[in-house]
């Protein structure tokens, strides 16, 4: 069963320019260091969890964006069910794999994914569109959940 939780997320930098040490240069990954994830947006752009603007002197722009994004936590063996209902893109574990992110459409909103492990999932929302998020994740929870359980009445 899939279990949804809403972590306080730490500090949101954008970084923008070149890429600075132990940044992934190649699309949609995901680099922890320092215990941060550094999650790779565009050639040049990179989402930093967990820093502060002044970490990067050298970068072209590093702009604290932690207002911008609220994260919901997604965890449990049915997680990638619950988010492959409202999301086109193919998360099976060989594609998509811990450590692979991507901004794509959940629900028809904008999120970034970030698959953190076999079971876990955080999606980067925009406030604005996190009341109607957090209802359709539980709602898709709910759909998976009932429709294990009836698959094994009959």
Avoid: K
């Amino acid at each position: 069963m899939a279990i949804v939780h809403e972590p306080a997320l730490p500090a949101q930098v954008s970084v923008r320019g070149e890429p600075q040490p132990g940044f992934p240069v190649e699309p949609n990954r995901v680099a922890e260091i320092a215990g941060r994830f550094v999650l790779w947006l565009g050639p040049d752009e990179w989402l930093v969890l967990g820093a502060a603007e002044g970490d990067y002197p050298d970068a072209a722009a590093a702009v604290d964006v932690s207002a911008n994004r609220v994260a919901f936590e997604l965890s449990g063996d049915s997680a990638e069910d619950v988010i492959a209902q409202g999301c086109s893109l193919d998360l099976h574990p060989s594609v998509f794999p811990p450590g692979r992110c991507a901004q794509t459409l959940l629900a028809a909103v904008p999120v970034i994914l970030l698959h953190v492990d076999a079971a876990m999932w955080l999606i980067l929302v925009r406030p604005s569109y996190a009341n109607y998020v957090r209802a359709w994740l539980a709602d898709a929870i709910e759909g998976i959940t009932s429709l294990r359980s009836n698959r094994f009445r009959h």
